[in-house]
């Protein structure tokens, strides 16, 4: 272990961590993921809306095709053109950015456009303000995933024999897990129904009535940014900066050649831990919060 | 570099269905509440099983990848890749729980089983009206980290002999991702969208699973010995 491989180290688990947080963060503009199924119910409910809808596909496969088209173009930059390393990450993560931009648009007029028949408009304006910022974000995450990449293959020891497309498309599909499986809660469960009782989550019977009036004015995508940023963004970064930080940490402190048992001993360490924290939230939940009132069955709390 | 058919081989597609068969039953343990327990409707991960095994796997794949730059020795090629697979699925559950928590306020509770096995918490006057459950409760956490177990071993093992036979770490990376989502796919027609572990009555359907996956990953094994060879100059 040396200095400059922790510092490179922590870089990487910095850089998952504004990776994850953006993406989430994307996700919640565009209404990408699984909460956009009370967006798309929403209009056939009788609740037409002014949200960004944008499901071009699960959030995995879509980061990994920003993610991959960003490394290739990286890749492509470096090894064909001995472009430096950062340049050719920004140029890869502008050319993702584009791609999105073109799917993005392409997805939210089709899928308003399908649901004219219930009374579902296509807002110009939406399109116009929403789409720069869903690319921006788009933007950032595959520009942090190029640079983890690149770190990875370039700069740590021992260097990663995938080259750097592969990784970016691995971690694309980890990241767009992480972000659906964390930041989608906060989106779904929190914002969508915020008229709802807190301390609970949707009640099956509420399906499709989503919040339709803002802060002020009508509620639109950016305000569910500006919501989610604060909470489900953070969290999911620090999962995806959990997950890349923890897992180089332990091969660049232990070397893999001849400390590989201290490196897996390491892991199991942190999965043993994480497993004990989890199980203090939920003593911890369940003494706050108690019982839901009105639960008329046999068993005790 | 021409195709040889010896015992090796034969080993190489044993670890390619066994991996494959790994991956498939380490499904079943993944606690996955799909789009419902996105909006906390229902108990476990808010996204698809195919979706959390594939992110998971692969970032052990990633491990094991690492690991077998520097040596040729199996056992920590698979206890690496399960150990980075735990910790994603981990990292995963733990920051979710946060949400459940901390922006939903609600406690974690299963709707299958009255207590929960592990800690033998009452499960059913925590469950929100309306609901099937929210959050990740212990059951559900320990076993995700069992499926993700699972997953890591079984992306590894794929990848160790793709490795091996074609000597191109791209080349097997890609033939590893893509024999680990068909038999993550595979599962997620047993799972039917929603699972919680293995305390859920769904998971006593996971030998139909293990049978398909089982033909799926000989005809796998099959055409990866025959086609990554082609692929080395």
């Not at chain 1, 980890?174 to 949707?202: C, K, M, N, P």
Request: glycine residues 12%; proline residues 6%; hydrophobic residues 50%.
């Amino acid at each position: 272990m040396d200095a400059f491989g922790m510092g490179i180290c922590a870089a990487a688990g910095a850089l998952a961590f504004v990776a994850g947080a953006s993406e989430d963060i994307d996700s919640d503009i565009g209404s990408q993921s699984n909460p956009n199924s009370q967006v798309q119910l929403a209009a056939q409910v009788g609740n037409p809306h002014r949200i960004y809808n944008k499901a071009i596909a699960g959030e995995p496969p879509s980061n990994a095709l920003w993610c991959a088209v960003a490394c290739l173009m990286a890749y492509v930059l470096i090894e064909g053109y001995h472009m430096p390393l950062l340049f050719a990450a920004v140029a890869g993560a502008s050319l993702a950015a584009l791609f999105d931009g073109v799917m993005s648009i392409s997805a939210y007029l089709g899928r308003s456009a399908s649901q004219a028949r219930f009374n579902q408009w296509i807002y110009l304006d939406i399109i116009r303000y929403t789409t720069p910022s869903i690319m921006a974000h788009v933007w950032i995450t595959s520009f942090c995933i190029t640079l983890i990449a690149i770190i990875q293959v370039y700069v740590l020891t021992p260097h990663h024999p995938f080259p750097i497309p592969v990784i970016g498309l691995i971690w694309g599909i980890t990241v767009g897990a992480i972000g659906s499986s964390v930041g989608d809660i906060h989106y779904g469960g929190e914002r969508e129904f915020q008229w709802r009782l807190f301390g609970q989550g949707l009640n099956t019977m509420l399906s499709g009535q989503i919040v339709r009036k803002a802060e002020a004015g009508l509620r639109n995508s950016i305000d569910n940014a500006w919501f989610c940023a604060k909470f489900g963004g953070p969290c999911t970064g620090l999962g995806f900066g959990l997950t890349v930080f923890l897992d180089n940490w332990r091969t660049t402190v232990f070397d893999p050649v001849t400390q590989a048992t201290y490196a897996i001993a390491m892991g199991c360490f942190f999965v043993l831990a994480m497993n004990l924290y989890n199980l203090y939230m939920e003593i911890s939940a369940r003494k706050k919060y108690g019982p839901y009132p009105g639960y008329k069955g046999d068993i005790a709390a | 570099m021409s195709l040889v058919f010896d015992t090796n081989m034969l080993i190489y597609m044993l670890e390619i269905v066994v991996g494959g068969l790994l991956v498939s039953v380490g499904v079943h343990f993944v606690p996955v509440g799909g789009a419902p327990a996105a909006m906390a409707q229902a108990t476990g991960i808010g996204t698809g099983t195919v979706t959390l095994a594939a992110g998971s796997g692969l970032t052990g794949l990633l491990s094991a990848g690492l690991m077998m730059s520097v040596t040729d020795n199996i056992w920590p090629i698979l206890a690496t890749g399960a150990v980075g697979s735990m910790i994603m699925m981990d990292a995963t559950m733990l920051t979710g729980d946060f949400i459940y928590s901390y922006a939903v306020g609600c406690p974690y509770a299963s709707a299958k089983v009255n207590y929960d096995p592990i800690t033998m918490f009452p499960q059913p006057p925590y469950v929100a009206p309306g609901t099937v459950g929210q959050g990740i409760p212990t059951v559900c956490f320990v076993s995700g980290t069992i499926g993700a177990l699972l997953g890591g071993v079984g992306g590894a093992m794929i990848y160790y002999p793709c490795l091996q036979i074609g000597g191109n770490p791209a080349q097997a990376a890609i033939f590893a991702i893509g024999i680990f989502f068909v038999q993550a796919v595979i599962p997620s027609w047993n799972i039917q969208g929603t699972i919680e572990g293995f305390h859920d009555p769904k998971f006593k359907k996971w030998p139909l699973a293990f049978k398909a996956s089982l033909v799926a990953g000989i005809l796998l094994a099959i055409m990866t010995v025959l086609i990554q060879p082609l692929g080395v100059a």
